[in-house]
C-alpha cells in the first residue's frame, strides 16, 4: 500500500512539472488584451466583450455581420450592446438599436453638443488612449432621458481589406482613474504642441477633457489658475496650493511635493458627498509640464474606486 501511494505521488509530481513546462508556451484568448489599469469588473468585461466582437470580425470578414444580427440578443445585454461602423460614419450594426442601421452619424452630437463619432475616430488614433474611450450622453435603447456613457472602441481590418470599427459602451459608467489619466496625459501633449493656444481648447466644455463632474485643470507653479476646476472665468482666483480638503489637509501642495522628482502623482483627499453630505475619497491626477519655459501642473479629479 506504501509503495502504491509513493508511485502515484511521483505521478503527481512529475504530472505538476509537465504543467509547469507546458503553460509559460500557452497564450491565453486576452494575453494581448491589458486591462490591468481598470478596478470595476463591468469596465473589464466591456473590454473583453468588445475586443472580442472585433477579433471576430477580423478573423470572419464582412459576414460577421450576419452573425451579430442574427444573435442579436448575445450583443444587446444588461447594461452593454455592441455597434459596428465604417470609418465613414455609416452604422453597419446595432444591437440596441436596429433603427440606426445604414445611416450616416458622422455628424452626429450627443445633448452637450460633442461629436461623439469625431470624437472616438480621435480616440482610435491616440496611443495614450490604447482602448478608445470615450465620454458622451446617449439614450438608453427603451427610455425617454438620455444618460451618462462610456464606451470603448477597437478598429479593425477584415479579410476583405475594410476598415471598421467595433464598440461598446456602458450606461452611467463607474469613474475609472484610467478615464482621467487618459485625459490629463492628452492636455500635457496637446500643450506641448499647441503652448497657450491649447488652453481655450482644453476648458472647452465640448472637448473630451472635461465629461460628466470630471474637468482637466491646468495652474502655474506659484498656484495662479491657467484652467479653474471650478468656473470658467480667469477674474476668480484661488491659490490651489492652500486649499484645504474636508478633513484640513491640502492635496495639491502634497502632490506638487511628489512632482519634484516624477512627472506624474496620485493623490487621495476627503470630499463631502454632494448629495447625502457624508465623507467620500477623491483621486488626483496631477502631471507636471512646461509652458513657455515655466513649470506648470496639468490635473483632474474623480472619485476614488470602490471595492467591488
Known amino acids: 500500500m506504501g509503495a502504491f501511494i509513493n508511485r502515484l505521488s511521483i505521478r503527481k509530481f512529475l504530472y505538476f512539472i509537465l504543467l509547469a513546462a507546458l503553460l509559460p508556451g500557452c497564450k491565453g484568448k486576452y494575453d494581448e488584451l491589458d486591462i490591468s489599469p481598470y478596478h470595476y469588473r463591468e469596465t473589464k468585461n466591456l473590454v473583453r466583450f468588445v475586443y472580442d466582437a472585433s477579433r471576430k470580425l477580423q478573423s470572419g470578414g464582412m459576414k460577421s455581420l450576419e452573425y451579430f444580427a442574427a444573435n442579436r440578443d448575445k450583443y444587446n445585454k444588461g447594461n452593454q450592446y455592441l455597434y459596428v461602423y465604417n470609418m465613414q460614419g455609416d452604422n453597419l450594426f446595432h444591437a440596441g438599436m436596429p433603427n440606426l442601421e445604414g445611416k450616416n452619424l458622422w455628424a452626429i452630437r450627443d445633448k452637450d453638443n460633442k461629436p461623439i463619432f469625431q470624437m472616438v475616430v480621435k480616440a482610435l488614433a491616440d496611443e495614450t488612449n490604447p482602448h478608445a474611450w470615450v ?87 506659484n498656484g495662479r489658475i491657467l484652467v479653474s476646476p471650478v ?66 501642473y496639468v490635473g483632474a479629479v474623480t472619485d476614488l474606486p470602490q471595492m467591488p
Open 135 to 221: 465620454h458622451y450622453s446617449w439614450w438608453k435603447p427603451g427610455n425617454f432621458y438620455p444618460v451618462p456613457k462610456s464606451s470603448c472602441h477597437f478598429k479593425v481590418t477584415t479579410p476583405e481589406g475594410r476598415e471598421l470599427l467595433v464598440g461598446g459602451g456602458l450606461n452611467y459608467p463607474l469613474e475609472e482613474k484610467e478615464f482621467i489619466r487618459i485625459i490629463v496625459d492628452n492636455a500635457v501633449e496637446l500643450l506641448a504642441e499647441k503652448g497657450e493656444d491649447a488652453l481655450a481648447e482644453i476648458s472647452d466644455p465640448l472637448s473630451e477633457y472635461n465629461f460628466r463632474d470630471t474637468c482637466v485643470f491646468v495652474f502655474h507653479e
Open 231 to 296: 468656473i470658467n472665468d480667469s477674474r476668480y482666483q484661488i491659490n490651489l496650493l492652500e486649499c484645504e480638503d474636508a478633513v484640513g489637509h491640502k492635496p495639491f501642495a502634497k502632490a506638487i511635493q511628489a512632482l519634484v522628482s516624477n512627472n506624474q502623482t496620485w493623490e487621495i483627499f476627503m470630499a463631502k458627498n454632494k448629495y447625502q453630505r457624508s465623507f467620500v475619497k477623491k483621486s488626483l491626477y496631477l502631471h507636471k509640464a512646461i509652458l513657455n519655459g515655466d513649470i506648470i
